[in-house]
C-alpha cells in the first residue's frame, strides 16, 4: 500500500473592490509613489470598505469561489482551518462560523494564528489530518482584514498592509504527489518587534489604550526585515538542501508578499532565476495570511503537475518556515 501524502486539488480567492493606491496615500501621510515602490515593491492595496463585513466575510467569499470553480459539494468537507491574524471577535471562532456559512456542515472548524505564517502553518496541519487517514477534504482558508488594525496615520504600516483571502483544498493522494517536507520555526524574540500591544490579557482595552493608539500594528521595520530576510532564506535554502534539491529542480518560488527585496533575498539564496519566482504584492500588498493562497490563485494556469514549489513566509512572533510541495493537477 503506498503512502497517502496531501495534495492541493483546488484554489479559490478574493480581494475587495476598494483600490487604495500608493498616490492616495501621498494625501494621508509623508510618503509618495516612488518611496513606497523601491522600498517594497508595492503600488496598491485592496481594503473591505463595508460597514459590518469583517474577515468572514472574505474567507467566505474566497471558499465560495473554491467551490464554485471546481464543482465541489461543502457538505463533504471534513475540516476548515482557518488562519487569520485578524479574527472576527476574540474567543468566538472565526473559522467555526465561516464554515458554517458556507454549509460545511459535516465539517469540524477552528482558527489558526501564527501572525504571516498562519497559512504555511495551516498546510502543515490540514497535510497531517491527510496523511492521518481519518480525513479526505480539508479546506485551508487565509483571510485577513489587516485594514482594522492600522493606523492609517503611521506610515511605517500604512503602506504595507491590505485585505484579502484565499482557501486551498488538500485531499489524499496515492502518486507521491503533495506536501514532501516541511522545516517550520519560531522564535519568542520578535514579541517586541511586531505587535499589536493591548486587547490581550497582559493589558486589557482601556480609555487610556485606545488613546495611546495601542490597539493597531505596531513594527520595528529595520528589526522585522533584517530577521525577515535571514530566517526567509535560511529555511528555503535548508528544505532544498534536505531534499536534494538543486534551483534546476525547484519549479516555482511562492513566498509570503511582505516585502519585494525579502523575496529577491531568498530567491537569490535558492539560485533562482527571477521567472521562477511569483509575485503579486505590487496589487494586494502584504495581506498577511492570505499571500500564499492568492499566489496559487494567481498563477493556478502556470502550475503543472508534478512542478516543484517551495513555499516560505515570515512572521510577527517570531514565526517563519518552508515547505515543499509537488504540484497535483493541471488546470486549463
Same mark, same amino acid.
Given at each position: 500500500?503506498?503512502?497517502?501524502?496531501?495534495?492541493?486539488?483546488?484554489?479559490?480567492?478574493?480581494?475587495?473592490?476598494f483600490v487604495l493606491s500608493n498616490k492616495v496615500?501621498?494625501?494621508?501621510?509623508?510618503?509618495?509613489?516612488?518611496?513606497?515602490?523601491?522600498?517594497?515593491?508595492?503600488?496598491?492595496?485592496?481594503l473591505l470598505k463595508e460597514e459590518g463585513k469583517g474577515t468572514s466575510f472574505l474567507a467566505i467569499k474566497a471558499a465560495q469561489n473554491l467551490f464554485e470553480k471546481n464543482n465541489i459539494n461543502p457538505e463533504e468537507i471534513d475540516l476548515v482551518i482557518m488562519a487569520t491574524a485578524t479574527p472576527d471577535m476574540p474567543v468566538a471562532s472565526t473559522g467555526v462560523y465561516v464554515a458554517s456559512q458556507i454549509g460545511a456542515v459535516n465539517a469540524f472548524?477552528?482558527?489558526?494564528?501564527?501572525a504571516c505564517?498562519?497559512?504555511l502553518y495551516g498546510?502543515?496541519?490540514?497535510?497531517?489530518?491527510?496523511?492521518?487517514?481519518?480525513?479526505?477534504?480539508?479546506l485551508l482558508i487565509g483571510a485577513d482584514k489587516m485594514s482594522s488594525i492600522?493606523?492609517?496615520?503611521?506610515?511605517a504600516t500604512c503602506?504595507?498592509?491590505?485585505?484579502? +483571502? =484565499?482557501?486551498?483544498?488538500?485531499?489524499?493522494?496515492? *502518486?507521491? #504527489?503533495?506536501?514532501?517536507?516541511? &522545516?517550520?520555526?519560531? $522564535? /519568542?524574540?520578535?514579541?517586541?518587534?511586531?505587535?499589536?500591544? +493591548? =486587547?490581550?490579557?497582559?493589558?486589557?482595552?482601556?480609555? *487610556?489604550? #485606545?488613546?495611546?493608539?495601542?490597539? &493597531?500594528?505596531?513594527? $520595528? /521595520?529595520?528589526?522585522?526585515?533584517?530577521?525577515?530576510?535571514?530566517g526567509m532564506a535560511d529555511v528555503s535554502e535548508k528544505i532544498m538542501q534536505r531534499n536534494n534539491l538543486t534551483n534546476d529542480d525547484v519549479n516555482w518560488l511562492i513566498a509570503h508578499q511582505a516585502n519585494k527585496r525579502i523575496i529577491d533575498a531568498t530567491s537569490s539564496r535558492m539560485g533562482l532565476d527571477?521567472?521562477?519566482?511569483?509575485?503579486?504584492?505590487?496589487?494586494?500588498?502584504?495581506?498577511?495570511?492570505a499571500t500564499l493562497p492568492l499566489l496559487l490563485s494567481d498563477y493556478e494556469t502556470k502550475l503543472k503537475k508534478g512542478d516543484n514549489l517551495i513555499f516560505a513566509a515570515f512572521g510577527g512572533g517570531f514565526t517563519w518556515g518552508a515547505i515543499y510541495l509537488k504540484w497535483a493537477y493541471d488546470k486549463k
Open positions: 500500500m503506498s503512502k497517502i501524502t496531501a495534495a492541493i486539488t483546488a484554489v479559490g480567492a478574493y480581494v475587495p473592490d496615500l501621498e494625501t494621508l501621510v509623508d510618503t509618495n509613489d516612488e518611496w513606497i515602490t523601491s522600498r517594497t515593491g508595492i503600488k496598491e492595496r485592496r472548524a477552528y482558527d489558526l494564528q501564527a505564517s498562519s497559512f498546510m502543515s496541519n490540514a497535510a497531517a489530518y491527510i496523511e492521518s487517514g481519518r480525513y479526505k477534504k480539508v492600522i493606523d492609517y496615520t503611521d506610515r503602506i504595507i498592509f491590505g485585505d484579502g +483571502a =484565499g482557501a486551498i483544498l488538500f485531499e489524499p493522494n496515492d *502518486e507521491g #504527489l503533495g506536501l514532501q517536507d516541511e &522545516f517550520l520555526r519560531s $522564535d /519568542g524574540i520578535g514579541r517586541e518587534f511586531l505587535k499589536i500591544e +493591548a =486587547g490581550g490579557s497582559i493589558l486589557p482595552t482601556s480609555q *487610556e489604550t #485606545l488613546d495611546n493608539k495601542q490597539h &493597531f500594528v505596531f513594527q $520595528d /521595520g529595520k528589526t522585522v526585515f533584517k530577521y525577515a530576510v535571514s527571477e521567472s521562477k519566482v511569483l509575485i503579486n504584492i505590487e496589487r494586494y500588498g502584504n495581506t498577511t495570511s
